[in-house]
């Protein structure tokens, strides 16, 4: 068992003394987080709206002062022709412009909206929130959001971001240590040791281990404290998940490993096989309920779809360990799948 720590304390010494190393292990997920949490968002903010008013009636400037004092909208000109408003989002000045019919005051509706619609999703929840803004007074009261009443997307990104940092941090560093062994051609001093290989393996995955647990706890921390993200469910069950999802990224990472013969190898294999299956088709960015049904079904075998869904559970909806059995179920037997083919491939002696 000394052999064995002395291996765990060489290989966390040669992660403390690589600077690279720890800056991307910590300076990542902050960059990460404060870039998902304020820079990349789907909120509703500072839409520049252009009205437009053939004649003003009480109806009307009511419905404009609710717009203007909502945090979403800005309201930036007043005209009297569509043809105006449109040159106005032409030419980049206006994202909107309502267009308000004579008979909105006697009816109250009557309303047409010419939307920039290069982004779709969004053009879509601006005209839904000046619809709910200009026709329903009351929709702040009337209208109940569960878990996220704000809609903030800091909610949705913050789950996502950990699926994907955990996945990467494990599997990538982890093939990278071990490849770098058998680039330097130290791996054979390390198999004839009087450590078994398997115990070698281990005691290299062990700091990543611990080193994802405190990137988990960073990114808990900033999420309550930097995003005002609320954490509504157990912390138990949420590490406890975590340490599944985390026990399946360093298997994947010793599965690359096997296959790869240089560093270089082995994060284009990880770039290639995580990066971009994390990024599109595990929910992060996009729902999958929206995909081709052909990417949906690619979908299912990302690992980190499913703990995505089970933090957005436990996080942010608040729910006990019953409701996600499901991804934890899918979870384990992937991690059991990824270990056994990775230690079958594990080959004792270096060609």
Not at 112 to 136: C, G, H, K, R
Request: charged residues 15%; hydrophobic residues 55%.
């Amino acid at each position: 068992m000394t052999t064995f720590a002395s291996f765990v304390l060489k290989e966390t010494k040669h992660i403390l003394r690589d600077k690279r190393t720890m800056l991307i292990l910590f300076g990542m997920p902050i960059a990460l987080m404060l870039l998902f949490g304020y820079a990349v968002t789907n909120d509703v903010k500072n839409v520049r709206v252009v009205a437009v008013c053939s004649q003003t009636d009480h109806l009307t400037e009511q419905a404009l002062v609710r717009l203007s004092a909502s945090e979403y909208f800005t309201l930036v000109k007043t005209v009297f022709t569509p043809q105006e408003a449109e040159q106005y989002i032409r030419s980049q000045k206006a994202d909107m412009a309502i267009v308000f019919t004579t008979d909105f005051a006697s009816k109250k509706e009557g309303l047409q909206f010419i939307v920039d619609a290069s982004d779709p999703n969004m053009a879509e929840q601006w005209t839904a929130y000046a619809t709910s803004i200009l026709l329903n007074p009351q929709a702040t009261v009337n209208t109940k959001m569960l878990y996220n009443h704000q809609m903030r997307s800091a909610f949705n990104f913050v789950p996502a971001i950990m699926g994907m940092l955990l996945m990467l941090v494990c599997a990538m560093m982890t093939s990278v240590s071990i490849v770098r062994e058998k680039e330097k051609g130290t791996m054979e001093v390390l198999l004839v040791s009087p450590v078994k290989p398997l115990m070698i393996i281990i005691s290299k995955a062990i700091p990543y281990l611990v080193l994802s647990f405190v990137i988990l706890i960073i990114i808990l921390l900033m999420a309550t404290f930097v995003l005002d993200v609320p954490v509504a469910g157990s912390i138990v069950w949420i590490l406890l998940v975590s340490l599944i999802y985390i026990l399946l990224a360093l298997s994947l990472g010793l599965l690359i490993s096997n296959i790869a013969k240089t560093q270089l190898v082995a994060l284009l294999m990880s770039a290639m096989v995580l990066l971009m299956p994390i990024v599109m088709l595990s929910g992060m960015m996009f729902p999958i309920e929206s995909m081709p049904k052909i990417l949906q079904y690619v979908s299912a075998v990302i690992p980190p779809k499913y703990y995505i869904q089970a933090m957005r559970k436990l996080m942010i909806m608040g729910v006990g360990i019953t409701d996600v059995l499901t991804e934890v179920g899918i979870l384990s037997a992937m991690t059991l799948a990824l270990l056994g083919i990775a230690l079958a491939k594990f080959n004792k002696r270096l060609e």
